[in-house]
């Protein structure tokens, strides 16, 4: 398998490479005309996918460029965007009781 972290959408060289074989295959014209919707809304959803791939790629480049040649790469989490996760005071930390 290639990646149990995006399960609900293929990676980026997946998905660039079926939008690939998508096109070439709508570009014959050789498909009726549901599967070529099909086909077409399919590529909708990839393009986005990529789009979305690409963005968050660009996102980490500048993050790195603005911490200077010695930062270390950092992935965007879900612990970054709720902030109690990562809070002791609050007791919600994994493995942790709450404070008495």
């Known amino acids: ?4 972290s995006s399960s609900k959408s ?7 490479s079926e939008l690939e074989a998508l096109v070439t295959r709508l570009e014959r014209g050789d498909l009726p005309l549901e599967e070529a919707l099909k086909s077409f809304e399919r590529g909708v959803a ?10 968050a790629a660009q996102q980490r480049v500048e993050i790195l460029l603005q911490r200077g040649a010695d930062a270390k790469l950092e992935p965007f989490t879900e612990s970054e965007e709720d902030p109690a996760a ?7 930390q994994s493995g942790s009781a709450p404070a008495a």
């Open 46 to 55: 990839l393009t986005r996918a990529c789009q979305a791939a690409l963005t």
């Open 1 to 4: 398998m290639a990646r149990s």
């Open 86 to 92: 990562d809070d002791p005071e609050s007791g919600t």
């Open 10 to 16: 293929p990676d980026f060289e997946q998905a660039l």
